[in-house]
């Protein structure tokens, strides 16, 4: 019996999830259908913008993303402190870009006079959307929804397009974090659809390379990273960008060349501020949704996030505590 949503994501448990969604069907995001021979790779372009455009809407930020032959990784982190300092006219404004709204915010962004009753009728919607602008399963539902109809529409049928809404991990400390990004940005790469991350299409790491070496910078469509833990700590990823690109590099050569015995001595000095040894940074990083569960993280981090979540048990427990000791 499928889990509740309530007890899959709670930001009192963690704001970071990674979240799939696959297709049914036979259906392809990219590819060519070899019974067919249509190619459909322009829609890992449909996906990956509306990811983009999404997270430029809402209060969730987008830490990794890749869109993948029949499925799709996204690392997202929900940043209610954001969508709480936004005005009542920013909140509206930014759900007019999704939906029409109603005939009163219409007015209200017209700015137009309204009642009393009206102006209550209207913040009371206004606090609604504000929800669920910070909420991840209305993210995923604006990005399958609109894909699924495009899809459905250029193969002239209908019916569901995607296997069921999406499925979530709550990564509940650092080392989890890393180890979620790197798997999702290494994606093509294991299944042998690049050779580097530079060269892995439809990737955050392809997107976050590119922008550095234009000109120095993180994309403003994507999470930002920070640096280490420090106080007081600025809003990112703990980690810096630098170390992180030269993680997923390292990684990536290991597992192209299929190397899973033999680790590099040069390994990346994030790892040793996370500790984490290289062999088992090598099965996180390429096992990372095939063995662990719901949570993920170390064994006291996901005890906490169980129990905020409201489970009676702590799912993936054992492997987290041989994994993330």
């Not at 999830?17 to 990219?30: E, S």
């Not at 060519?32 to 983009?52: A, K, N, V």
């Not at 403003?220 to 600025?234: A, D, I, T, Y």
């Amino acid at each position: 019996m499928p889990t509740a949503r309530k007890h899959q994501i709670a930001l009192e448990a963690t704001p970071y999830y990674h979240c799939v969604t696959r297709c049914v069907r036979r259906a392809f995001l990219c590819g060519t259908d070899s019974t067919t021979g249509q190619c459909f790779e322009h829609r890992r372009q449909w996906l990956e913008d509306r990811i983009l455009a999404l997270a430029q809407v809402f209060a969730i930020d987008v830490a990794a993303y890749a869109v993948m032959s029949n499925h799709y990784h996204v690392v997202l982190h929900i940043n209610k402190i954001k969508s709480l300092a936004w005005t009542d006219q920013e909140v509206c404004e930014r759900w007019h870009q999704l939906f029409k709204g109603t005939m009163l915010t219409q007015k209200f962004l017209r700015g137009e006079p309204l009642t009393n009753v009206e102006l209550d009728a209207v913040r009371n919607k206004l606090e609604e959307w504000r929800e669920n602008l910070s909420s991840i399963s209305w993210f995923m539902r604006l990005i399958n929804e609109p894909i699924a109809r495009q899809a459905n529409s250029e193969d002239h049928c209908t019916g569901k397009f995607w296997e069921a809404r999406f499925k979530s991990q709550a990564l509940c400390d650092e080392k989890a974090l890393a180890a979620c990004m790197a798997y999702v940005d290494l994606n093509p790469i294991r299944a042998k659809m690049a050779e580097k991350p530079e060269t892995s299409d439809h990737t955050s790491v392809k997107k976050r390379i590119e922008q550095f070496k234009e000109n120095q910078q993180q994309p403003k469509s994507l999470m930002q990273f920070v640096g280490n833990p420090r106080k007081p700590m600025p809003e990112g990823l703990p980690f810096p960008l630098k170390d992180y690109l030269e993680l997923v590099d390292w990684t990536g050569r290991i597992i192209r060349e299929d190397k899973r015995g033999s680790i590099s001595s040069t390994t990346p000095p994030i790892l040793d501020r996370l500790a984490i040894a290289p062999k088992r940074w090598l099965f996180m990083s390429t096992q990372f949704e095939s063995k662990f569960k719901r949570l993920v993280g170390s064994a006291f981090k996901v005890k906490q996030a169980a129990e905020k979540l409201g489970y009676t048990r702590s799912p993936g427990l054992g492997i987290c505590r041989t994994v993330f000791s």
